[in-house]
Nanobody, 118 residues
Framework: QAQLVESGGGLVQPGGSLRLSCVAS????????MSWYRQAPGKERDLVAR????????IYADSVKGRFTISRDDVKSTVALQMNSLKPEDTAAYYC???????????WGQGTQVTVSS
């Protein structure tokens, strides 16, 4: 059974940093593209960053470019999101997602809350 478990969320002051982590199990991690999405109250769930399964470069939402970095470790089956220079508008629930376009499989984590406030 596929499972994604996020951690690392919390309360941070503006300008601060957080590192989110997502641990995957139950599927062939290295074959899946991994993404981070976020959803603020009353808003849609939006893509933050995505890293492909093989080669290629990560993509980022314009609002986080230069501040956030996504990375993956195929040995440990983890994906991380390093978030620097955090702003109040980054406040949201952050979700890890795995997808395999050819197999049409998609898995979501349960989310972790990030709150940026002074």
């Amino acid at each position: 059974q596929a499972q994604l478990v996020e951690s690392g969320g919390g309360l941070v002051q503006p300008g601060g940093s957080l590192r989110l982590s997502c641990v995957a199990s139950g599927f062939t991690f290295r074959s899946y593209a991994m993404s981070w999405y976020r959803q603020a109250p009353g808003k849609e769930r939006d893509l933050v960053a995505r890293i492909p399964s093989i080669g290629g470069s990560p993509i980022y939402a314009d609002s986080v470019k230069g501040r956030f970095t996504i990375s993956r470790d195929d040995v440990k089956s983890t994906v991380a999101l390093q978030m620097n220079s955090l702003k109040p508008e980054d406040t949201a629930a952050y979700y890890c997602r795995a997808d395999h376009p050819l197999l049409r499989r998609l898995f979501w984590g349960q989310g972790t809350q990030v709150t940026v406030s002074s």
